[in-house]
């Protein structure tokens, strides 16, 4: 069965400094896994993904991953975080043969001024 | 080339009706996932289609519940006798048909937000 842990439920972090959101998996196979953030009463908005290759995956607005199988994560990353980053944000996986994408409960990131 | 359209966006009826949630998905995808959050909770996976064809409905309930995707038209998601407990947001998200081994991400709609009274 696949799976996601986002262990914070919230981060919060000052304007300008470095962010971390936490991720782990547990999934049969070679993983796919993706980061999406969720601003009130939207849909979600796709950030990154990681299929195979480089384990420090680049996507939008400055965001990166790093996929450790070892330790099975998928955390995100910001260098220098702004105050527009408050959001929700949710990681996903997806097995091999499979298409469903499989959600963790999500990490409310607020970013202060 | 317009994103994942889903209406109403949002939805209320009395328990007991139907709700019929409408997905139009990105020009040149064929691939149609369903998605139901509750209040401060993740996304849950319902159902998978291709045109005309239910591929995975795993998620979904066994009753009440049911989904189509036409050959022309958008998918249609079907909640008959609505109770309370299925208020939620229900989003629609959509890929492209993907060659073996590569996963496209799915691109989501905003969302139809439905109220159970």
């Known amino acids: 069965a696949q799976s996601v842990a986002q262990p914070e439920d919230q981060v919060n972090v000052a304007e300008g400094n470095p962010l971390t959101v936490k991720c782990t998996y547990s999934?049969?196979?070679?993983?796919?896994l993706f980061w999406y953030v969720q601003y009130p009463n939207r849909g979600l908005q796709f950030l990154l993904k990681y299929i195979t290759g480089d384990n420090l995956v680049k996507g939008s607005y400055g965001f990166e991953a790093e996929f450790n199988k070892s330790q099975t994560s998928f955390h995100l990353k910001k260098p220098s975080a702004l105050v527009s980053d408050s959001a929700l944000y949710f990681c996903?996986?997806?097995?091999?043969?499979?298409?469903?994408?499989?959600f963790g409960t999500g990490t409310r990131l607020l970013v202060s001024p | 080339n317009a994103g994942v359209m889903q209406n109403p966006r949002h939805l209320v009826r009395r328990r007991g009706q139907e709700a019929r949630l409408r997905c139009s998905p990105m020009?040149?995808?064929?691939?149609v996932y369903w998605y139901r959050q509750l209040p401060e909770e993740g996304l849950k996976f319902m159902v998978y289609?291709?045109?005309?064809?239910?591929?995975?409905e795993s998620g979904m309930p066994k009753e009440r519940f049911s989904a189509e995707f036409p050959k022309e038209g958008p998918s249609i998601l079907r909640i008959q006798q609505v109770v309370r407990g299925d208020s939620a947001a229900y989003f629609c998200?959509?890929?492209?048909?993907?060659?073996?081994?590569?996963?496209?991400?799915?691109?989501f709609g905003p969302g139809t937000r439905l109220t159970v009274l």
């Open positions: 996903a996986v997806r097995g091999t043969g499979f298409q469903k994408l499989v």
């Open positions: 999934v049969s196979g070679n993983p796919y």
């Open positions: 020009k040149g995808h064929s691939h």
């Open positions: 998200a959509s890929s492209p048909p993907g060659l073996a081994g590569v996963s496209n991400e799915q691109f």
């Open positions: 289609l291709q045109k005309e064809n239910i591929i995975d």
